[in-house]
C-alpha cells in the first residue's frame, strides 16, 4: 500500500495568514492527489482534486500543486471558517489517505 | 444535486453482525462505482470497499476481507455493507462515497462494544 505522510500534524496561523500544509507520498502517484477539509461532527468534503483542480463551490483562496511523491495544499489568506482538520488521499492505486493536518488559529 | 443517505448503524457485540445502507439520488446510481469509508473514532480515514457499478467487481481492504461485503441494488438506488464477525476495531463512522471520491454521505455510526 502507497504510505501518506502529511505535515505539520498541528499547524497554528493568524487571520490572512498564508498556510501551506503538506503530503508526501511513498511513491509516485501520478498526481492522483485530491484534498478535503473535514469540519467537527462533518463528513469531508472534497477541496482539491487531482493535485490542483479546484472542485467547484470551493473558495479561489485554496490551491493545490505537486508531482510525483510530494504535494501541497495552499490557503492563501487563512479565514475563520477554515479551521479544520485536511486530509490528503492518493487514488494512483488501492486509495489511502493521509493522517491529517490540524489547523488552528493562533 | 448528489445525495448520498447513510443508515443502518448501531451499538452491537462483538461477533454480531450488522447491514449497513448508502440510498443514492441526484445522479445515475446504476453508471457509477460505489466505496464504503471508514473513520475510527479521532483517527484517520480508511478506505474498506469499491463495487463497481454492475456489480461485476468488487475489492476489499484487507482489514475486512472475508467479513465484509460490498453489494447494492441499482432499482433501489442503495449501496449495503454487510458487516459479519465485527471486532471492537470496527468501530467508526461509516461513509458511502461516489466513485470519484467527489461526494460522500454524512456516515452511520458503528459501535462494536461488549
Known amino acids: 500500500d502507497i504510505q501518506m505522510t502529511q505535515s505539520p500534524s498541528v499547524l497554528s496561523a493568524s487571520v490572512g495568514d498564508r498556510v501551506t500544509l503538506n503530503c508526501k507520498a511513498s511513491?509516485?502517484?501520478?498526481?492522483?492527489l485530491n484534498w478535503y477539509q473535514q469540519k467537527l461532527g462533518e463528513a469531508p468534503k472534497l477541496l482539491i482534486y487531482n493535485t490542483n483542480n479546484l472542485q467547484t463551490g470551493i473558495p479561489s483562496r485554496f490551491s493545490g500543486s505537486g508531482s510525483g511523491t510530494d504535494y501541497t495544499l495552499t490557503i492563501s489568506s487563512l479565514q475563520p471558517e477554515d479551521v479544520a482538520t485536511y486530509f490528503c488521499?492518493?487514488?494512483?492505486?488501492?486509495?489511502?489517505f493521509g493522517a491529517g493536518t490540524k489547523l488552528e488559529l493562533k | 444535486e448528489v445525495q448520498l443517505v447513510e443508515s443502518g448503524g448501531g451499538l452491537v457485540k462483538p461477533g454480531s453482525s450488522l447491514k449497513l445502507s448508502c440510498v443514492a439520488s441526484g445522479f445515475t446510481f446504476s453508471s457509477y462505482g460505489m466505496h464504503w469509508i471508514r473513520q475510527a473514532p479521532k483517527k484517520g480515514l480508511e478506505w474498506i470497499a469499491l463495487i463497481y457499478y454492475d456489480s461485476s467487481n468488487k475489492y476489499y481492504a484487507d482489514s475486512v476481507k472475508g467479513r465484509f461485503t460490498i453489494s447494492r441494488d441499482n432499482s433501489k438506488n442503495t449501496l449495503y455493507l454487510e458487516m459479519n464477525s465485527l471486532r471492537s476495531e470496527d468501530t467508526a463512522m461509516y461513509y458511502c462515497?461516489?466513485?470519484?471520491?467527489?461526494?460522500w454521505g454524512q456516515g452511520t455510526l458503528v459501535t462494536v462494544s461488549s
Open positions: 488521499f492518493q487514488h494512483n492505486s488501492w486509495p489511502t
Open positions: 511513491q509516485n502517484i501520478n498526481k492522483y
Open positions: 462515497a461516489k466513485s470519484s471520491f467527489a461526494y
